[in-house]
């Protein structure tokens, strides 16, 4: 059974950074894609990051592009996302989550993690 466990979130001010790490068990191989979404209370989820846990190969929200990082410890099962220069409409509650297979576009992911708020102050 994959479990996803998110961390690291928390309240800062503009400009400040954050790193959020996600501890995932259960999972074997690395033939699997893993994301960070995101998403403020009455709104649409919004995906900001994934990256293919084989290759590495990584994709970013234009919202976050230059700002934000996606990581992986294939070693330690964990995922990272490194947040800088962080904004008010950043604010949000931060999932991790993951599917399997190398398809990594869309947000049909099949593992969610209960999440992590990220609250930027002005």
């Known amino acids: 059974q994959v479990q996803l466990a998110e961390s690291g979130g928390g309240s800062v001010q503009a400009g400040g950074s954050l790193r959020l790490s996600c501890a995932a068990s259960?999972?074997?191989?690395?033939?699997?894609?893993m994301g960070w979404f995101r998403q403020v209370l009455g709104k649409e989820r919004e995906k900001v990051a994934s990256?293919?846990?084989?290759?590495?190969?990584?994709y970013l929200s234009d919202s976050v592009k230059g700002r934000f990082t996606i990581s992986q410890d294939n070693a330690k099962n964990t995922l990272y996302l490194q947040m800088n220069n962080l904004k008010p409409e950043d604010t949000a509650m931060y999932y991790c989550?993951?599917?399997?297979?190398?398809?990594?576009?869309?947000?049909?992911?099949?593992?969610w993690g209960q999440g992590t708020q990220v609250t930027v102050s002005s």
């Open positions: 990256i293919y846990s084989r290759s590495g190969s990584t």
């Open positions: 259960g999972v074997t191989g690395t033939n699997t894609c």
């Open positions: 989550a993951l599917r399997w297979g190398p398809v990594c576009s869309g947000s049909g992911y099949n593992f």
